[in-house]
């Protein structure tokens, strides 16, 4: 029996459950709404925020998440499980608030018995809850919580603040981060803290100072909330975090497991553009059976909600290269959900010209190139691309302009995505690419309805919210400015749906 069948035999009693049943109704009643992603995970219903507590357990893949289900106001863990990180199925919710006002986001930790979460209850402090059946739906709270009380700060926010918190164990016992911030006040002139915490019960647990304190790579204003702290490989370990004024971003460095201090040698941005219009959000992150280091991070809409609210990103693999820098790229499993397959024979792309790929269309896609950049100051590809161009979705390189300074760029450009009215405008998602002087671009880009997610040559992931209004905004296009461009193949899937109603 496979991870699916099991799966499905132990889900089974649950499809009469009385959340399980109104989720599976409620999505049948939404699927209708054509920005509906089909094969990226979305709430069954209303609200929902930051993804919680990513783990494995068993063989199977857990989601949590921030939620509020149709009628609720207070803050829940959502839950989801699939074999597959993409096939999700709905579970009863996971954790209800009682002593706090809401279950804000955390972490969880996988021991060979149980499985910890640990989750910043607002007004209250950080807490603990623990499940060991096979689906992780029996969840019992720790009787202390909150475990990491809030505590009276003075003006620099001494001794120390707690929030969102993630967990792992070492030899001596549990630790825990509060990713926070110190001195002035957040999203303006902060600066960001993680806090660490040590235990040996998960009860009594001893401030132990800061793991990591601003640097100079992130701007004033910018906290530590959210963090997910892993080894990555290498001899490193990452922090991966959100910061309330700039997003998702991370940092590599070495551990100090003695000293419970974390040097910081190089850091980098998962969102370039305005935070929450349309952008990537929130991460979760865990390292898997495989040894895979795992993210997945919330996207935020850029237009009304229609009795639902943000989506998640495909789940992401981070290593680090040889040279110590990040690699990112989508989960293998995402293959399996690949359809129907159109191959485009090499074509060059002339200066100032655009060449539509008749063969190829659909908002639904997995599309997979290699482009010679050329000569062109400007190259790339159009998305959900209207036939006469009054739609579209721009994913361009600018290659570096000077020998000495710049930087190579990859965008995606959503300002001609929608000709709808109700749209909260933004600027281009615009990050860094450096890629070799003779080096391809190559990239694999993911449309999916309301969303396009593009990873770059292993180095680089960029992510934008699109709403074209047109049923016809489905082609995709080539394009060069200033220069020819070439490319040298193109391969395109259909692709199915991970859920049913879709």
């Known amino acids: 029996m496979n991870l699916r069948e099991q799966l499905d035999e132990l889900i089974e009693p649950l499809l009469q459950h009385e959340q399980v049943k109104r989720f599976t109704a409620s999505r049948e009643r939404l699927s209708s709404d054509p920005y509906r992603p089909t094969f990226h995970f979305s709430p069954p219903e209303n609200f929902m925020n930051d993804p919680n507590g990513l783990c494995q357990w068993n063989g199977l893949y857990h989601l949590f998440y921030q939620f509020r289900q149709d009628g609720e106001d207070r803050v829940h863990w959502g839950h989801a499980v699939s074999a597959d990180l993409l096939r999700w199925r709905d579970l009863p919710i996971a954790l209800y608030p009682d002593q706090e006002q809401d279950c804000f986001s955390g972490q969880t930790l996988v021991e060979d018995d149980r499985v910890i979460a640990i989750y910043h209850g607002t007004q209250a402090g950080n807490a603990v809850a623990t499940a060991t059946d096979p689906l992780l739906i029996q969840w019992e709270k720790h009787p202390d919580n909150p475990v990491i009380p809030i505590v009276p700060i003075d003006g620099d926010g001494s001794p120390y603040r707690v929030f969102d918190p993630c967990i792992w164990k070492e030899d001596d016992g549990y630790y825990s981060l509060s990713g926070v911030y110190k001195n002035g006040t957040r999203s303006v002139d902060c600066e960001g803290v993680a806090h660490v915490f040590r235990s040996s019960d998960l009860k009594e647990w001893e401030h132990l100072g800061p793991l990591a304190e601003s640097v100079y790579d992130t701007e004033p204003g910018e906290d530590y909330a959210v963090p997910n702290f892993w080894p990555i490989g290498n001899g490193k370990h990452m922090l991966l975090f959100f910061s309330h004024k700039r997003g998702g971003q991370y940092f590599v460095g070495e551990y100090d497991a003695a000293a419970h201090r974390f040097h910081p040698e190089q850091h980098g941005r998962m969102n370039y553009g305005p935070l929450a219009v349309g952008s990537l959000h929130a991460p979760s992150a865990t390292v898997d ?66 060449v539509v790929l008749d063969e190829v269309s659909g908002n639904a896609l997995e599309l997979e190139l290699v482009l010679e950049p050329g000569d062109a100051h400007e190259s790339g590809l159009k998305v959900l691309r209207s036939p006469d161009g009054a739609e579209e979705t721009r994913i361009s390189f600018f290659p570096k302009g000077h020998p000495r300074f710049g930087t190579a760029q990859l965008q995606i450009d959503g300002t001609a995505s929608s000709l709808r009215t109700d749209i909260v405008p933004r600027t281009p998602e615009i990050g860094p690419l450096e890629i070799g002087e003779d080096e391809p671009l190559r990239l694999r880009v993911f449309i999916d309805r309301s969303i396009v997610e593009v990873f770059a040559n292993g180095r680089q992931c960029l992510t934008l919210r699109a709403y074209p209004d047109r049923p016809d905004s489905v082609g995709v296009s080539l394009f060069a400015r200033g220069g020819r461009a070439r490319l040298q193949r193109l391969d395109a899937w259909q692709m199915q749906s991970a859920w049913p109603e879709l």
């Not at 499993?333 to 792309?349: A, W």
């Open 289 to 354: 059976d495989s040894g895979r280091f795992l993210s997945i991070f919330n996207v935020k809409e850029s237009r009304e909600p229609n009795g639902w609210n943000d989506i998640m990103t495909l789940p992401r693999v981070l290593s680090l290269d040889g040279d110590g820098s990040l690699r990112i790229e989508p989960v293998s499993e995402v293959e399996s959900l690949r359809g129907e397959h159109r191959q485009v024979d090499p074509v060059d792309v002339e200066a100032n010209s655009e």
